[in-house]
């Protein structure tokens, strides 16, 4: 059986992780949170129907949490899209 120590460490040298996430990613994990706690709380709305039949008040309330999550997707991918455009010079 041949060792691949030697290639673990040309891998893990060129990157060395420290366990943290770098600026950056938090960065854009702050961006993103508003579409994460929309999806969470879709998640939770939906997870509290599993087990019985829906209410009117559970579809209600299923219906807002898809409003939010496509209302955050929609400001997120707004927001990315801006900032893309400034960049690259955009259109005219």
């Known amino acids: 059986m041949k060792s691949i120590a030697a290639l673990q460490v040309a891998v893990t040298v060129a ?5 943290e996430p770098s600026d ?13 706690l929309a999806d969470v709380a879709l998640l939770d709305a939906l997870i509290m129907t ?3 039949t829906p209410s009117e008040l559970d579809h209600q309330r299923i219906r807002r949490a898809r409003r939010r999550v496509l209302a955050a997707r929609r400001d997120l991918a707004n927001r990315t899209a801006g900032s893309d455009s400034s960049v690259s010079g955009g259109a005219a």
Request: glycine share 4%.
């Open 24 to 36: 950056v990613e938090l960065d854009a994990i702050e961006l993103e949170m508003p579409a994460i």
């Open 50 to 52: 599993i087990d019985r």
């Open 15 to 19: 990157a060395p992780f420290d366990g």
